[in-house]
T-cell receptor
Framework: AQSVTQPDIHITVSEGASLELRCNYS??????LFWYVQSPGQGLQLLLK??????LVQGIKGFEAEFKRSQSSFNLRKPSVHWSDAAEYFC????????????FGAGTQVVVTP | EAGVTQFPSHSVIEKGQTVTLRCDPI?????LYWYRRVMGKEIKFLLH????????ESGMPNNRFLAERTGGTYSTLKVQPAELEDSGVYFC????????????FGPGTRLTVT
């Protein structure tokens, strides 16, 4: 069955430290890949996306993600987190033959400590 | 440019009652999507409109849910009669045209069925 896995439900990180959020998928063919963020009281905002090409993708707010086909992974990283990065992060995939139907991971809640 | 808006932001109803959620997509976006997040679970796809037509309604849980998009503009999602398990956050998203993978999300409607 097709699936998207975010193994970390909750991560606590100190302000200024690096952050890495994991995402693995299980699909027959490489889907299109996304990371969204939801800050309290806000809707989901797209951080970055991967369709093809360069496997290191730059997004907004200083985030980047690396696609690794051999590991079926699309991990999100930020070198130095800010208190405003506290939010819930969602990995999502869209099958290339069903482009309107995003499938989400369970989400990772990020807490930033001073 | 206004984003995706949803109304109400929060609704509390009793089991057996009817509730109608509304979504206004970004102006000019042909595609409109509904998703739902039940507490503790992943965000799940419900359905996808292209203009006023249902492109994919494979995620609709049962026939108590009715989605409409009259005139290809705003959309409503009616739950009748509501059950306890319908509680959750209902997200709406929109995207411009065909094969437009980047979906813009609204803030969601939190539905509580008591």
């Amino acid at each position: 069955a097709q699936s998207v896995t975010q193994p970390d439900i909750h991560i606590t990180v100190s302000e200024g430290a690096s952050l890495e959020l994991r995402c693995n998928y299980s699909y027959g063919a490489t889907p299109y890949l996304f990371w969204y963020v939801q800050s309290p009281g806000q809707g989901l905002q797209l951080l970055l996306k991967y369709f093809s090409g360069d496997t290191l993708v730059q997004g907004i707010k200083g985030f980047e993600a690396e696609f690794k086909r051999s590991q079926s992974s699309f991990n999100l990283r930020k070198p130095s987190v800010h208190w405003s990065d506290a939010a819930e992060y969602f990995c999502a995939v869209a099958p290339t033959d069903s482009w309107g139907k995003l499938q989400f991971g369970a989400g990772t809640q990020v807490v930033v400590t001073p | 440019e206004a984003g995706v808006t949803q109304f109400p932001s929060h609704s509390v109803i009793e089991k057996g009652q009817t509730v109608t959620l509304r979504c206004d997509p970004i102006s000019g976006h042909d595609n409109l999507y509904w998703y739902r997040r039940v507490m503790g679970k992943e965000i799940k796809f419900l359905l996808h409109f292209v203009k006023e037509s249902k492109q994919d309604e494979s995620g609709m849980p049962n026939n108590r849910f009715l989605a409409e998009r009259t005139g290809g503009t705003y959309s409503t999602l009616k739950v009748q009669p509501a059950e306890l398990e319908d509680s959750g956050v209902y997200f709406c998203a929109s995207s411009p045209g065909a094969n437009s993978y980047e979906q813009y999300f609204g803030p969601g409607t939190r539905l509580t069925v008591t």
